[in-house]
């Protein structure tokens, strides 16, 4: 049997997997790319480039602190978290999977334009007929949004 | 604590960015749990949450440049009145839901052409700033237009209020397309807008607006500025004082 050792990016990397949003704990940093890179130098200094989504995002700092401790009980204490603001995040680079476990968990996935009145499906009854509440709602990213036949009220994950 | 007034001439450009963002955060801030209902709490929370984002952003930034000690809370924190370099408009206090939304409104106006034209900043961290601020500044104006106009060709008395709000706030907007020498060579080096080519695009939007809200535009041609150069209305200081009071009695207090 061959066993690959992985390489400290991939350990680190697996690792970071471990770190979630805080307001939607279902969706890695990795799913919601945040995560942008990771890189070890030859000191072995860690460095994670992530990306802020909104700008008022209240998680970042819960993330960037999660990220320094799972390395840390990895194994990797030399860490840097640095922020990159160019290019913006944007919805569109949620992956199909992120997207799913959205829906699973039935928070309208993102659609994808700033559109006034969103193409999303009722996350509970898949109906179309559906109406917005509040294009603001229980945390920066979301509205809130409710289902005309089920009566199911529901967040929608905003375009941006 | 290092000097916390920014030296170069591109902090100097970034702080008062930053400042109209903190500034209206922090109004919008006092307005919340008093929104007419729990929807409107939450924009305007989140309102808040952006704009304060967005200052935190180039705050940051703005202190990275000038080196040293210098933090952005610092920045934020430890500027007096004078110091402070924003918008009039956005310092204006609210007496009611109407005064925020169209105070809101004015800005948004302004804000969505302004990142849309600092998104092509060759000054990258800039850029990318102002990228994700235009997508959210969209929401903005999207929602506080939406409530200029519902409540403008709304009942007798929401009409008024909303046409009083507009009065009111009138004599600060001219200032929101007023280039100074600073605008002017940021934007001759490519790194900043100047405002006065902004000025189109905000009165085409308030314009369709207050039409479709059966507003009149005020016709008084008398126009109040100062902000950009530390000189504000009596308005600024006692909301500065509530705002940092908890840093200047705690400096360095944090979460």
Redesign the interface.
């Known amino acids: 049997m061959v066993i690959t050792e992985m390489s400290p990016v991939e350990r680190a990397r697996e690792l970071l997997d471990r770190v979630v949003d805080p307001d939607i704990p279902f969706l890695t940093i990795s799913d919601i790319a945040i995560l942008r890179a990771v890189e070890i130098d030859d000191a072995g200094t860690v460095t994670v480039t992530i990306t802020p989504t909104y700008s008022g995002c209240p998680a970042m700092a819960t993330i960037t602190s999660d990220i320094h401790s799972v390395l840390a009980d990895g194994g990797f204490d030399d860490v840097a978290v640095e922020t990159a603001y160019t290019p913006a995040w944007t919805t569109e680079w949620m992956s199909d999977e992120a997207k799913r476990k959205l829906a699973e968990n039935r928070i309208a996935p993102p659609d994808s334009v700033l559109s006034v009145v969103p193409e999303v499906l009722c996350p509970l009854c898949t109906s179309d007929e559906i109406r917005t509440v509040s294009q603001f709602g229980s945390t920066a990213c979301k509205s809130l949004m409710v289902c005309t036949r089920c009566g199911e009220p529901f967040d929608y994950f905003k375009a941006i | 604590m290092s000097t916390v007034t920014p030296q170069t001439a591109l902090a100097t450009y970034i702080v008062r960015h930053a400042d109209d963002n903190v500034v209206i955060g922090q109004r919008l801030a006092e307005y919340v749990s008093r929104a007419p209902e729990l929807?409107?709490d939450?924009?305007v929370?989140?309102?808040?949450?952006?704009?304060?984002?967005?200052a935190?952003?180039l705050f940051t930034y703005a202190a990275k440049i000038e080196g040293g000690d210098c933090t952005g809370d610092d920045l934020a924190m430890f500027r007096a009145e004078r110091q402070y370099t924003n918008l009039l408009l956005v310092e204006q206090p609210h007496h009611g839901f109407g005064d925020v939304m169209v105070r809101q409104f004015l800005f948004d106006a302004y804000q969505l052409p302004l990142w849309g034209t600092l998104s092509d900043s060759t000054d990258?961290?800039i850029?990318?700033?102002a990228?994700?601020?235009a997508?959210?500044s969209?929401?903005h104006l999207?929602?506080s237009s939406g409530w200029v106009i519902r409540l403008g060709d709304g009942t007798d008395e929401s009409h008024e209020r909303m046409q009083t709000a507009v009065d009111g706030m009138w004599r600060f907007t001219g200032e929101l397309v007023e280039a100074d020498d600073l605008d002017r060579q940021m934007a001759a080096e490519g790194v900043g807008v100047d405002p006065s080519t902004l000025r189109d695009a905000w009165e085409s939007t308030v314009d369709a607006v207050l039409e479709e809200a059966t507003l009149t535009r005020p016709s008084d041609p008398f126009q109040t500025s100062g902000g950009r150069s530390g000189m504000h209305t009596e308005h600024l200081g006692p909301m500065l004082a509530e705002m940092q009071w908890l840093q200047r009695a705690n400096p360095g207090l944090s979460w």
Do not use: F, K, M, W
């Open positions: 929807e409107e939450l924009a929370s989140n309102l808040a949450l952006d704009h304060i984002g967005v935190d952003h990258d961290t850029a990318g700033i990228q994700r601020a997508r959210e969209t929401y999207r929602h």
